[in-house]
């Protein structure tokens, strides 16, 4: 783990109808990714920045990111494909955002949530990033620049 990894993280949120409270100092990601090469990829690219966590879909990163907030060390990153078996990335996301609302999160605080596809067309854009409530998408394959790039306009990494 690198110096970027225990960096003190801005999350603290609680109160008596919320769930959330981040009580560590280690900056966490959440893979969500069916495709081995693809998760094995964002897997070695994160890692020295992030703790990282993977799922194989939809329902482990919905499950994944609830037993994060039981703990108090909720992600400050959830990497989600968006074709996935058992349930989507754009279902997980849906699912995700709602959890946040109902545990009080405020919107500042949120998880960052980057969506990754195959897909390049509008209307999966459109749907995902502006609709479903993603902070970010790339499609693939995941260059390290463009990664890099959208990680340092989120600050989440230097």
Known sequence: MCSQA?????????????????????????????????????????????????????EEAV??????HQAKKP??????????????????????????REMGVPSKLEAKIVMTTALDDAKTVFDTYYQGGATAYLVKPIIKTKLFGELRSLGLIQ
């Open 6 to 58: 225990s960096r003190i993280s801005s999350k603290r949120y609680d109160s008596s109808n919320a769930v959330f409270c981040k009580e560590t100092e280690t900056v966490k990601c959440l893979i969500a990714e069916d495709d081995f090469i693809s998760r094995r990829v964002l897997s070695e690219l994160l890692s020295p920045h992030f703790e990282c966590d993977v799922a194989v879909d939809g």
């Open 63 to 68: 499950a994944s990111f609830k037993l994060s």
């Open 75 to 100: 992600y400050d990153l959830i990497c989600l494909d968006i074709m996935m078996p058992k349930m989507d990335g754009r279902e997980a996301l849906c699912q995700i955002r709602a959890l946040e």
